[in-house]
């Protein structure tokens, strides 16, 4: 192999090598070819066939609603009967959705399946006969096969794909891209969502058959079976049977020990999967051994497990990696702006060689403005490569959304503590917060220096700290509930006595109450939960604290985070490292509160880091708290996103927007496409009600934070 050199590609053409596997036995010799071939290329996001919704809602009968499932399916839903069907309820009508076809943008556009693997870090190699090829244009046939080694885990995937009749055609990143050549590997890298989506289909091999990996399997098909995703909420699947499986997966010992060895395969902990199953279409399957799944039912599986309760909450010790508690989320309609935070968060601890590729590893599923912008250069540190990033968003989108993946704790690079540190990420739970409302950041940066400039609100300090940190790693739910006791001992002496119950709870599941957010449980049933554990008179027994719903979802959704409670009252969820004499800012175009330590000359501060702080995350610092009979409603899966609002919580309506902000100036109004108009017929991306001398005029003391 190392005699011959892979002819050059022709990128800008958009070039790709196709391996061809030829037929045999499981032990045979394997024999491949390569060729050449070209896919069609495409500047911005491919766009798929769409349906008109709006004409087929006007032909369904009353109770029933038409959805696009996120795999890309019409699925008809009436939600009072609680049922689905991919047919028309309507029986005069011929309508019959359709699963997604394969995409094809030419005619020209080769068939091809896409192998999505771990490759291990085994330094063995097994030899692959090449037999023909369109590369190694010096190699003579009489000079026998050409010997290419690759390494283990690939060998084992090709004898498992291999049939003894077929040939396969295969795009195998390992083999089909120059390794050596940093040109080709750059540009592949910028391409590879796009060899993914337009493949026939997509193979995510998670290594040999074990004694219980086809149980695994066939568990998770299962429970795939029973939903179906739309709008980012799940409803009941056409072949339901056992949708009281959403409130409780009725599993055994035996099935989560299964479930356990499968889902922590090194497959999901690698961070090129993301994107290689994320784009793959509707054929996309699982292969273990020789059985294979679909990856929508395993997806979906997924998605009940995670939210499901079981019925021991020790089961879930160790049952879902950090790096799978997100990924089944993620479909290919998520490519907006924002959604490459989530994004980041979400595969922040997925295994990569390189740390630069936690950026590039994922510019195939996010917005194309953002991915142009950002061009594979491995010259360049992964610090450099992180700074780059976070300084063309802000400039970009006018965010500090990205400050939350700053964690001052686990930080591990040079340079300014606002640039988070990506190969050192924390999960944290997603939680739907708008600690700064609508507003867009003021700032800049200066680069010499590296300081950042940004404007914001001071709104506490830190004054006590538990010394119970989930970073400890709780080993039982007697731990958890041990922490979570010590929490709420520190609560209780560091506010004001009066607080209720419901603001510690509510803090625990980081604003997840049905209450605020019409999602989650609500907090009614979690504060009887508590209150039978702590009101005893004696401590719960292990079964008592195993069936426990609270300590359930804590252990389902907590991974990093430590205890606070601010000099105003407030409880809060931070990073590990906050300290009391910390400051708690509330920075313009920022979601999240921000925990920041202040320097020794008091005018410039570190970032600790992002945290849920109960009474700060609905824009309280900038408009002021809710006036009876108000309160805040937080509507989800809009075409806008998520929406801050407010009701009446007397009258039960809902107001067109957070009742809090006033009418818009005089001679201001609001366009269709939510920008807003002047009087002089100016035109501006941002509400003026959230611009800063609109914020002073209300009374808000905004200050610059020197950020370093």
């Not at 369904?60 to 795999?71: H, S």
């Not at 997509?202 to 098909?221: C, K, N």
């Not at 594979?376 to 450099?384: A, G, H, I, R, V």
Request: contains cysteine; charged residues 25%.
């Amino acid at each position: 192999m190392n005699s011959h050199k892979y002819k050059p590609l022709d990128l800008a053409l958009g070039e790709i090598r196709l391996l061809i596997l030829h037929p045999g036995d499981f032990t045979d010799p394997i024999r491949i070819s390569l060729k050449h071939a070209h896919l069609p290329t495409s500047d911005g996001p491919i766009e798929r066939p769409k349906v008109n919704l709006d004409n087929l809602r006007e032909t369904l009968p009353c109770g029933w609603e038409v959805q696009i499932t996120a795999d890309g399916r019409v699925i008809f839903w009436n939600q009072e009967e609680n049922r689905s069907s991919w047919t028309h309820p309507d029986a005069g009508s011929s309508y019959v959705s359709e699963v997604p076809k394969v995409l094809k943008i030419s005619p020209a556009q080769p068939d091809f399946e896409a192998l999505s693997y771990h490759w291990g870090h085994e330094n063995s190699t097994h030899d692959v006969h090449v037999i023909e090829t369109d590369d190694f244009p010096n190699h003579r046939s009489t000079d026998g096969d050409i010997l290419m080694p690759v390494k283990k885990n690939l060998a084992v995937a090709l004898r498992h794909l291999r049939t003894s009749i077929d040939h396969r055609v295969l795009w195998i990143d390992a083999i089909c891209i120059n390794q050596a050549d940093i040109e080709e590997r750059g540009r592949h890298v910028a391409c590879m969502g796009n060899i993914y989506e337009m493949a026939t289909r997509v193979v995510a091999f998670l290594g040999p058959e074990s004694g219980d990996s086809t149980l695994a399997l066939e568990t998770l098909e299962e429970m795939g079976k029973q939903l179906e995703m739309t709008s980012g909420i799940s409803i009941p699947s056409p072949i339901c049977e056992h949708w009281e499986w959403k409130e409780e997966f009725p599993c055994s010992i035996d099935t989560v020990q299964a479930l356990k060895g499968l889902l922590n395969r090194p497959w999901f902990q690698r961070l090129w999967i993301w994107q290689e199953i994320v784009l793959s279409n509707a054929d996309a399957i699982v292969q273990c051994g020789h059985k294979t799944v679909l990856w929508s039912y395993i997806r979906r599986g997924l998605i009940l497990l995670r939210e499901t309760n079981l019925p021991d909450a020790e089961m879930r010790k160790g049952l879902m990696p950090n790096t799978l508690l997100y990924m089944p989320y993620y479909f290919q309609g998520t490519r907006d702006w924002r959604g490459v935070s989530s994004l980041l968060q979400a595969t922040s601890q997925a295994g990569c060689t390189d740390q630069r590729d936690r950026i590039y590893g994922i510019m195939g599923m996010v917005d194309q403005d953002i991915a142009r912008g950002i061009q594979p250069d491995y010259t360049l540190s992964y610090e450099q490569v992180f700074r780059n990033f976070l300084e063309q968003i802000v400039e970009q989108y006018k965010t500090l959304l990205l400050l939350q993946y700053c964690d001052l704790g686990k930080r591990n690079m040079q340079g300014p503590t606002w640039v988070p540190d990506w190969a050192n990420g924390t999960i944290r739970p997603w939680q739907l917060v708008n600690a700064a409302g609508l507003s867009r950041a003021h700032v800049t940066v200066d680069q010499q220096s590296g300081v950042m400039r940004a404007l914001g609100v001071r709104a506490a300090r830190v004054k006590a700290v538990s010394g119970c940190k989930w970073s400890d790693h709780p080993e039982s739910v007697v731990e958890v509930f041990d922490m979570v006791k010590d929490w709420y001992t520190v609560w209780r002496k560091n506010v004001p006595e009066e607080s209720p119950l419901e603001d510690f709870i509510t803090t625990l599941r980081y604003g997840w109450i049905y209450e605020r957010c019409s999602i989650g449980d609500h907090i009614a049933p979690l504060v009887e939960d508590f209150m039978n554990l702590i009101g005893r008179g004696r401590e719960p027994s292990v079964e008592e604290l195993r069936r426990t719903v609270l300590l359930q979802s804590i252990i389902r959704d907590e991974r990093t985070c430590g205890f606070f409670c601010t000099d105003k009252g407030h409880a809060g969820l931070g990073p590990v490292a906050t300290q009391e004499g910390d400051i708690v800012a509330i920075i313009l175009g920022s979601d999240h509160a921000m925990i920041l330590r202040p320097q020794a000359d008091g005018e410039k501060f570190q970032v600790v880091g992002p945290a849920y702080i109960h009474g700060m995350m609905d824009a309280q610092c900038l408009l002021g708290e809710f006036q009876q009979p108000h309160a805040v409603k937080i509507v989800c899966n809009t075409p806008k996103g998520t929406i801050w609002t407010s009701a009446n919580t007397e009258t039960g309506d809902n107001d067109d927007e957070d009742i809090r902000l006033g009418p818009l100036p005089t001679g201001w109004v609001i366009l269709s496409n939510g920008e807003f108009r002047n009087e002089r017929g100016n035109i501006a991306k941002e509400d003026p009600r959230w611009a800063p001398e609109s914020l002073r005029a209300r009374g808000v003391h905004l200050r610059e934070f020197h950020l370093v």
